[in-house]
């Protein structure tokens, strides 16, 4: 069984650095793409970036390019978004998904809440 | 840059009553990298329909998508309770590599 699992929710002062996981097992985690979603409070779904872990081949959003690092550690199946200085409108709900063999995001992590705040 | 124009942005109806949503690209996409996601209330998203007609493992045949080139529909032939959410189209572009999301359609209990 294909499974995502996201590190929990974290709350942050602008300005501070961060990164989130996303856990995958069930799959051949080199095989495929695997991406992140950011969704703002009451607003809809917006692609923020892919990573290919067999090569760490990374493409961005061009309204993310610069303002994130996806990363994946293939010894532990593991991807990650990190941010170096947060700010306020980074708040959101972020998900990790894979894309399938069609590019559709046939799995989803069930989310992790970032808040930044002072 | 491809865009997805959802419309309309919120559909009222009743359960029992059919649904019809759609997705308009401002070019023409191939229908072999469109998906439909489903998301409730405090949950990720779900797959239900991908390559434009597809439905993925687990989805009820009430669900079908259709289309192509620019236009693309998601039905629901008979809605049920737990239909009410929020549906976003997808597509895949390979060259330059790029995700894009219409804005979703919220489907509300009338």
């Known amino acids: 069984e294909v499974q995502l699992v996201q590190s929990g929710a974290e709350v942050k002062k602008p300005g501070e650095s961060l990164k989130i996981s996303c856990k995958a097992s069930g799959y051949s985690f080199t095989n495929y793409w695997i991406g992140w979603v950011r969704q703002m409070p009451g607003k809809g779904l917006e692609w923020m970036g892919v990573i290919y872990p067999s090569d760490s081949d990374t493409r961005y959003s061009p309204s993310f390019q610069g303002q994130v690092t996806i990363s994946a550690d293939k010894s532990l199946t593991t991807a990650y978004l990190q941010w170096s200085s947060l700010r306020a409108s980074d708040t959101a709900m972020y998900y990790c998904?894979?894309?399938?063999?069609?590019?559709?995001?046939?799995?989803w992590g069930q989310g992790t809440r970032v808040t930044v705040s002072s | 840059e491809i865009v997805l124009t959802q419309s309309p942005a919120t559909l009222s109806l009743s359960p029992g009553e059919g649904a019809t949503l759609s997705c308009r690209a401002s070019q023409s996409v191939s229908s072999g990298y469109l998906a439909w996601h489903q998301q409730k209330p405090g949950q990720a998203p779900r797959l239900l329909i991908s390559g434009a007609s597809s439905r993925a493992t687990g989805i009820p045949d009430r669900f079908s998508g259709s289309g192509s080139g620019t236009d693309f529909t998601l039905t629901i032939s008979r809605l049920e309770p737990e239909d009410f959410a929020v549906y976003y189209c997808?597509?895949?572009?390979?060259?330059?590599?790029?995700?894009?999301f219409g804005q979703g359609t919220t489907l509300e209990i009338k």
């Open positions: 997808q597509h895949y572009a390979s060259t330059p590599l790029m995700y894009t």
């Open positions: 998904a894979r894309p399938g063999d069609r590019r559709e995001f046939d799995y």
